[in-house]
């Protein structure tokens, strides 16, 4: 079955810092992968997807590549706020037929200081 | 347009007591969606819905039902709590996925409910 892995946190920088958060997945067919955000308190909210290989992800700063060669969705930022501090999601959607299921990684919370 | 909304936002139930937990969405969207959240784990699919009427049981179903009478409500019940259902619930919608091959619609997602079961 599907399955997604993600780097476990805390991970804990200094503002305009590097991030990085390592994304790998276990899928049969095609799946399109996401990076989903959850801010203190909030639920989940999409903050980039790409539906194919070599796709490239991109909002607010945070960009991720569909690498279907090593099977992973990395999520890059350049420069880190505090307001970027959330835990993250990666994920991988199923068929269309199967009810557009979404298999979520542990999640990473990442944690920036001014 | 509130989006996914969910009531209530926080419960206390002791074991073996029974519990609704609602979810609508002013979406229109086809698909709903009942996860739980607990630390390390992401979120875990409980039971999903593909058009009024349809349920589905996801990766976890085990003491949960839920119902979708209307296409904007989706419930989630449970019968008999236990202390291993606490949990923070999420409900999701998505629109139906379109015809392309690539045309994964995303997930929208709720505010979450905080559920301790004593």
């Known amino acids: 079955g599907n399955s997604v892995t993600q780097m476990e946190g805390p991970v804990t920088l200094s503002e305009e810092a590097f991030l990085t958060i390592n994304c790998t997945y276990t899928?049969?067919?095609?799946?399109?992968l996401f990076w989903y955000v959850q801010y203190p308190g909030e639920g989940l909210q999409l903050l980039l997807k790409?539906?194919?290989?070599?796709d490239k992800g991109s909002n607010k700063g945070f960009e991720a590549t569909y690498r279907k060669e090593t099977t992973s969705f990395h999520l890059e930022k350049g420069s880190v706020q505090v307001s970027d501090s959330a835990v993250y999601f990666c994920?991988?959607?199923?068929?269309?037929?199967?009810?557009?299921?979404?298999?979520f990684g542990g999640g990473t919370r990442v944690l920036v200081k001014p | 347009n509130a989006g996914v909304t969910q009531t209530p936002k926080f419960r206390v139930l002791k074991t073996g007591q029974s519990m609704t937990l609602l979810c609508a969405q002013d979406?229109?969207?086809?698909?709903m969606y009942w996860y739980r959240q607990d630390p390390g784990m992401g979120l875990r699919l409980i039971h999903y819905?593909?058009?009024?009427?349809?349920?589905a049981k996801g990766e976890v179903p085990d003491g949960y039902n839920v119902s979708r009478l209307k296409k904007q409500n989706f419930l989630l019940g449970l019968e008999s709590a236990a202390p291993s259902q606490t949990s923070v619930y999420f409900c999701?919608?998505?629109?139906?996925?379109?015809?392309?091959?690539?045309?994964?619609?995303?997930?929208?997602f709720g505010p979450g409910t905080r559920l301790t079961v004593l």
């Open positions: 899928a049969t067919g095609y799946p399109s």
């Open positions: 994920a991988l959607s199923g068929p269309k037929a199967a009810g557009n299921k979404l298999t």
């Open positions: 790409a539906t194919k290989a070599d």
């Open positions: 819905s593909v058009g009024e009427g349809t349920t």
């Open positions: 999701a919608s998505s629109p139906l996925p379109g015809l392309a091959a690539s045309s994964y619609n995303e997930q929208f």
């Open positions: 979406m229109n969207h086809e698909y």
